[in-house]
């Protein structure tokens, strides 16, 4: 069951992940009113997503994991390309830097509630206990994947590959943060649940954005032949 706090930033999280949404609305020339749907539909598949992970890592219904939305919302926004009669690759790339967004929010989130908290580095004055800024940490390094995406969504050439890059880059830098945190049990292979669902980002993230370079460049090369042709 969703708390009404978590529902409250959630809310906001949405109306934030408008703001890249309109401008690959803008860039992609597709109708500025279908941003809205795409947004409610891209929070609510990654709510499902992290209640969906975070289940399967613990067996039992409590709590998210973020990876959760990472991984489930590619495969329900074919359902969704459909219904908004939008290219899918499209609408992926706008989900990627709204994805950035939201995950600012929800570290906002953690941080006021404490959830997430760092390793404990050292004791301040012989009291205090100084922990490294985890929150703060995730929160930055979604800010620039965010930033990264936004600059790469003006260069037509990479379009359609941003998610898979997203997978790469947030699966990458996840990994190293996630032995910054506080209560890092072993879940699979000798890893943490963080450390190793990045893995597993990275490597499906690679694997998309091969295939995507592939098509794209068997794509150019019979552009090409047509010109060549005519």
């Known amino acids: 069951m969703i708390s009404l706090k978590l529902l409250i930033y959630l809310s906001i999280g949405t109306v934030m992940m408008m703001i890249p949404i309109l401008m690959y609305t803008h860039w992609y020339k597709i109708q500025m009113w279908k941003s809205i749907p795409i947004a409610v539909l891209l929070t609510i598949s990654g709510t499902v997503g992290t209640y969906i992970l975070y289940y399967i890592e613990n067996h039992w219904i409590g709590g998210t994991s973020f990876y959760g939305a990472v991984f489930l919302v590619p495969v329900l926004f074919l359902l969704v390309a459909r219904l908004v009669k939008e290219k899918y690759s499209d609408l992926l790339d706008m989900c990627a830097p709204a994805e950035c967004i939201m995950l600012v929010i929800m570290k906002i989130q953690c941080q006021i509630s404490g959830c997430c908290a760092g390793k404990e580095l050292f004791l301040l004055d012989g009291t205090t206990m100084v922990r490294f ?18 600059c790469l969504a003006r260069k ?4 359609g590959g941003q998610y898979p890059l997203y997978m790469i880059v947030y699966g990458s830098s996840r990994f190293v943060l996630n032995f910054f945190r506080e209560n890092n049990t072993v879940y699979a292979m000798g890893l943490p649940a963080g450390a190793f669902w990045s893995v597993w980002s990275v490597l499906l993230g ?9 098509r794209k460049k068997t794509s ?5 032949k047509d010109d060549c042709c005519e």
Do not use: C
Request: no cysteine.
């Open 156 to 159: 037509k050439h990479f379009r």
């Open 206 to 214: 690679g694997i998309a954005l091969l295939i995507w370079y592939n």
């Open 133 to 150: 800024p985890s929150q703060i940490a995730e929160l930055i390094n979604a800010l620039v994947i965010f930033l990264l995406l936004i």
């Open 220 to 224: 150019n090369m019979q552009t090409q």
